[in-house]
C-alpha cells in the first residue's frame, strides 16, 4: 500500500525565519502594550497571540508572505482571512514604508490596529457561533438512528468547516472592511508619530538606535509636551530657518568702499600689519585686536556673521500665555524661534544657551555646547519650562554677557549674537546700560531684539530698541518666515 502523504497545517499566516521569530519575541518582551493586548483578545480568540504575530511581522518585514490557506489548521483561517484583507488596501503599502525593518514602529502599527482587531475578533467569533448552531440544527434533523451510529472524526470535521465557511462568507464582507480600517489607522498614526519626531529634529537613525521603552517614552513626552500644540508651527519655523542658511552667502567680498574697525584678520589693512614688523608695537596690536579696533577694509555686500555663542533670551512672563491670531500663543511663537536658532548653532559649530526670564528673581539657563548632543530631553525641557511672573531685562542680558565673557576668556571667541525675544518693555537703570555698552563694545557681540504681538515695545523710544543693534515685531504669530532676516544674518 501507498503511504498518504501528511499535510502539515500551519498556526501562523505569515511565512517567518527564527530572526524574524526573534525580533517579534524581544519586541512583545519590551512592550507592555502588545502583552496587554494579547491577553485581552486571547479572551475572545484561541490564537490570539498567533494574530498578533502575524500582523507585526506583515508590518515588519520587507516582503511579507502569506501561506496557501490549504497550508492553514482550520482554527487559524480567520487569521489567514484577516490578513490577506489587512494587506489589500494601498493604506498598508503605505504603513510599511514607515514600519518595514523598524520593531517599534511595526509594534505601534499593531497596537494601532487594536479597535479594528477587537471588532474583527467578534465578528469571527459570531461567525463561529453561528456556524456551530448549524452544525446542530443539521445534526437534530437526522432519524434517530443516524445520530445513534457513531460518525468518523472526519466526517464531523467536514461539516464544521463546511459551517464554518458559509458563516465566514457572510461575515466577510464586515471582517475585510475592519481590517481596511485597522490598515488605515495604523498607517495614520504611524506618519503622525514620523512627523512629530521629524518637527522636533529627530532623524529616522536616532529613534533606530534607541531602545524600545526609551523610544515609547519619547513619543508619548513629545505627544503630551505642552507645545505639542503647536508642533506644526515648530516645525515650520524649523524648516525656514534651514533654507535661509541654505541660501546664506558667508564672507562674500563686495566692493570695497572704506575703512572700518574690527578683529577680521583677513582684512586687516597693510599699515596694521606693519606694527607687527616692530617688536615695541606687538603689544599695541594685540590689544586692539582684543579690542576689536584693527583698521579694516569695508567692503559693501559682504555678510559678516557671528563666530561666538548664539544666545537666546526668551520671556516667559505671564504676558507671554496671551494667544494671537490662529490661537497661537506668544511664547509657542517664541520658542518656537528659539528652537530654529539652536538648529542654526548647531549647523555653524556654535555653541548654544537658551536663558529663560521672568521676573528678576526669575531665571534659567540652557546650555548646548557644540560638538555635544544636544540630548532631547533637555531640548523638550528647554521648550515646555514656563516660569511666569513680571519682567525683567537686566539680569537675562547680564547672564548673556556673562556667558559670552566666558567663552571669550576661555576660547577667545568674540561677536556672539544675543536674541532677546519679548513682549513687554521694562526700564533698566543708567548705571547698569553704561556697563552693557562697555561690556559689548570690549566682546564685539550683536543683539537682536524681537517685540512678539507688541508693536508698542519696538517702537524707536523703546527701552528694547536702545538695547538692540536689529529690531523687529511679529504681529501675525503664524508667520514664521516674520524672523527669516534674523537666519540671514546670524
Known sequence: ????????????????DRFDLMTWRDTYEQSAGLRELTAELSLRHDGATDLLTDAFLAAYQARPRLRDRAEMDPSRLVDHHVLSSLMEPPDFAELRRTTAGDPYAAAMAVLAMAPS????????????????????DAVAQQPTESVEEAESDSRQAGRAAEAAAQAMTAAARGLRA???????RAARVARQEAALMRIWGITAGET?????????????RLRTSRLARWADLIGRFRQMACGERAHKVEN??????GITLGDDLSRVVPSELANLGLPVLRAVFAARYAAGELMLYDNRGEQTTGRGAIIACVDTSHSMYEEGPG???????????????????????????????????????????????????????????????GTSYQRPLSAAADVLRQEFDDAARARGDIVMITDDDCGVTEEWMRDWKDTKRQLGFRVFGVAVGAPRVAEADSVLDALCDNLRCVEDLTDVHAAADLFRLI
Not at 209 to 219: D, H, I, S, T, V
Not at 333 to 340: D, E, M, S
Not at 367 to 376: D, I, L, Q, V
Open 208 to 220: 533606530e538606535r534607541m531602545p524600545f521603552a526609551q523610544r515609547l517614552q519619547l513619543a508619548e
Open 252 to 257: 562674500a567680498g563686495g566692493e570695497l568702499i
Open 178 to 184: 475592519d481590517a481596511h480600517a485597522a490598515a488605515a
Open 327 to 389: 490661537g497661537v500663543t506668544r511664547e509657542a511663537w517664541a520658542k518656537a524661534c528659539a528652537l530654529a536658532l539652536l538648529d542654526q548653532a548647531r549647523d555653524a559649530g556654535r555653541d548654544f544657551v537658551g536663558i529663560l526670564f521672568s521676573a528678576a528673581d526669575k531665571l534659567q539657563v540652557f546650555r548646548f555646547p557644540a560638538g555635544e548632543s544636544a540630548g532631547m530631553p533637555r531640548v523638550l525641557e528647554f521648550a515646555e519650562t514656563f516660569l511666569g511672573g
Open 117 to 136: 482587531l477587537r471588532r474583527i475578533l467578534q465578528r469571527a467569533q459570531e461567525a463561529q457561533d453561528q456556524a456551530g448552531q448549524a452544525e446542530q
Open 1 to 16: 500500500m501507498k503511504a498518504t502523504a501528511t499535510v502539515q497545517r500551519h498556526t501562523a499566516t505569515v511565512v517567518a
